[in-house]
């Protein structure tokens, strides 16, 4: 079954503005990751945060986890043009016995100057 | 840079066509993994290598034959591919299957069937 599940699939903000992902699963995880993607590149990873852990930051990225409700989001502070790519959440299931990331279909972020 | 490095690019291949595509980590990974990218679809995890043992193969048809000859490198053998198998390829690596860390990935690999 579908497991990361992000919502807005579409963003569009101004620079300078915040933006907020948001991502809901299905089963128990042992942890959570948010990865970027610029169009027809890889992946990047941004940050990963366990079950046990609320919330985490890294620079202008905030990413909370609320395992009651099973969904987490990712906050992008004073947003930049640079920042426009698609953000995908990733579940790493904990029933499995090692890492199988599930990933969500993404939410198209676009930053207008 | 990630240190995860795919070649070719791109890649347009006939249906008769036998093409690979190849994947090369140079962190000193453990674990190398093939996913699938298709327009308005999530990523698709195809296979999962755990030193140089396939430990995933999710119900991936025969035509996609993977190939791990040591940890750093990764092959994705293609024949007799169908036009729904066009989509990104992407391979990732991540220090050991076990520790649930996160993946580096490569840029990917454009395939177009024809």
């Known amino acids: 079954s579908q497991q990361g599940e992000e919502d807005p699939q579409a963003l569009s903000i101004q620079e300078g503005e915040n933006a907020t992902m948001n991502c809901s699963y299905k089963?128990?995880?042992?942890?959570l990751q948010w990865y970027r993607q610029n169009s027809g590149r890889g992946l990047v990873h941004l940050i990963l945060?366990?079950?046990?852990?609320r919330e985490k930051h890294s620079g202008r990225l905030r990413v909370t986890l609320d395992t009651s409700k099973k969904s987490s989001s990712l906050l992008i502070t004073a947003s930049r043009a640079a920042d426009t790519a698609s953000y995908f959440c990733?579940?790493?299931?904990?029933?499995?016995?090692?890492?199988?990331?599930?990933f969500g279909e993404g939410t198209q972020l676009t930053v207008n100057p | 840079e990630t240190g995860v490095t795919q070649t070719p690019r791109h890649l347009v291949m006939g249906m008769t066509n036998k093409k690979s595509l190849k994947c090369e980590q140079h962190l000193g990974h453990n674990a190398m993994y093939w996913y699938k990218q298709s327009a308005k679809k999530p990523l698709e995890l195809m296979f999962v290598?755990?030193?140089?043992?396939?430990?995933e193969n999710n119900s991936v048809p025969s035509r996609f034959s993977p190939e791990c000859p040591n940890s750093s490198h990764l092959f994705l053998h293609l024949h007799t591919l169908q036009p729904e198998d066009s989509a990104l390829y992407l391979c990732?690596?991540?220090?050991?299957?076990?520790?649930?860390?996160?993946?580096?990935f490569g840029s990917g690999t454009q395939l177009s069937v024809l």
């Open positions: 290598y755990s030193l140089e043992e396939r430990v």
């Open positions: 089963t128990s995880i042992n942890n």
């Open positions: 945060i366990r079950s046990n852990e």
């Open positions: 990732a690596s991540s220090q050991d299957f076990g520790r649930r860390g996160k993946l580096f």
């Open positions: 990733a579940t790493d299931a904990s029933e499995t016995s090692g890492s199988r990331l599930t």
